[in-house]
């Protein structure tokens, strides 16, 4: 029996945390890389249409348009410790697992490493094609491969986490060469020790002084701080940060910082030459926080993301997406690129 759900002239209503209200002619969940190798067969002999996309719970996406094609979305939930000793574990996780609950279910067992990741929207199989990051840790950081169904070749593959080249927000599946690949489950790495990474300021004063703070505790202050500045995805429309933080060259940055001395700015690791600065300060210094172009708006309490403040339509969100690049430009000199895909 295959538990392989087929929709046509589907809404991704419901699979856009944008909420964006626009169609697919076809939408397809999964629950194994058999599931996918129907689908692809279907595909091959005409029944799906050619044009195929994997989304996970579209939090990172914008849709300006319906999807002329076929919207894959994992529901695969499979769970297993591959190794454990006293001092880590490492577990293979399905792609269709919710990334919050997975975060829980490893902070339950006392797992540490995922803690601060805790709370961002999307899929496990998302955030290892996303590298998400939060409060000085990125999902590479854990990630010890991707597992992944070529759904061009039908072969199944195991890449490393090098293979898989990450950067900031960005891996090879994120190229338009790789987005053929389906992740189908992850395998992070562990620790069973105390070992909390308080590099981000808001949470290091948070646990100011203490010496052996509880990992749920940690989880729960994360999820604090995020409730504190970015929008609740069930209450309003967004896709999380908007743009990248953008990466300037040094004389870039010191001349910025010249004429602007309290300018955020961020070490690239590994990259002496550049600075990162923060895409939210320059944004809000070109006063768009919490101002809107129809009803697409710049959050009040973040300016780094762009809002849904009820039924807004693409044309809208582009609009002012546009309006705040070329503002940012005119200021400082900066190009900001999306972080959100826009298909
Ligand atoms: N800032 C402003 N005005 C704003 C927003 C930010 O002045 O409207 C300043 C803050 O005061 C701070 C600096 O900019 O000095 C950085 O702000 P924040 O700590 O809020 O983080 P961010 O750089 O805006 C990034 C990630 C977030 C992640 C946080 C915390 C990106 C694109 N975004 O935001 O990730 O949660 O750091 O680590 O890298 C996401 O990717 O969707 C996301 C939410």
């Not at 646990?207 to 701080?225: C, H, W, Y």
Request: proline share 4%; glycine share 10%.
């Amino acid at each position: 029996m295959s538990a392989l759900s087929i929709y046509k002239d589907y809404s991704l209503l419901g699979h856009n945390t944008f909420g964006m209200d626009v169609m697919a002619d076809y939408f397809v969940e999964y629950n194994s890389i058999e599931d996918l190798e129907s689908v692809r067969q279907m595909r091959l002999e005409g029944a799906l249409p050619d044009k195929y996309l994997f989304v996970g719970e579209g939090s990172n996406l914008l849709f300006t348009q319906d999807f002329r094609g076929v919207v894959l979305h994992s529901a695969i939930k499979t769970f297993e410790v591959l190794s454990e000793d006293n001092f880590s574990v490492r577990v293979r996780v399905g792609s269709g697992w919710n990334w919050d609950s997975f975060v829980s279910e490893c902070v339950d067992r006392g797992w540490w490493g995922l803690e601060n990741l805790s709370y961002i929207p999307g899929q496990v199989g998302s955030c290892a094609v996303q590298n998400i990051g939060a409060y000085g840790v990125e999902a590479k950081d854990l990630i010890e491969l991707v597992e992944v169904f070529d759904f061009e070749q039908g072969i199944y593959l195991q890449l490393s986490k090098d293979e898989c080249k990450y950067g900031y927000r960005d891996s090879i599946f994120k190229s338009e060469a790789f987005r053929k690949y389906a992740v189908t489950a992850v395998v992070f790495a562990l620790r069973k020790l105390p070992s909390p990474n308080f590099s981000y300021k808001q949470l290091a004063e948070a646990f100011q002084g203490e010496t052996d703070p509880k990992l749920s505790r940690i989880r729960d202050a994360v999820i604090n701080i995020r409730k504190g500045k970015l929008p609740e995805p069930s209450e309003i429309g967004s896709a999380g940060s908007f743009f990248k933080n953008p990466v300037v060259p040094i004389g870039k940055f010191e001349e910025l910082q010249k004429k602007y001395p309290s300018i955020p700015y961020y070490r690239v690791e590994g990259n002496g030459s550049c600075m990162k600065l923060s895409a939210g300060w320059l944004i809000e210094q070109c006063g768009w926080k919490g101002r809107s172009v129809g009803r697409a708006g710049v959050y009040h309490k973040q300016a780094l993301v762009i809002v849904n403040l009820g039924g807004a339509i693409p044309s809208e969100v582009l609009s002012l997406v546009e309006k705040v690049i070329s503002s940012v430009v005119d200021k400082f000199g900066i190009e900001l690129s999306p972080e959100v895909i826009i298909l």
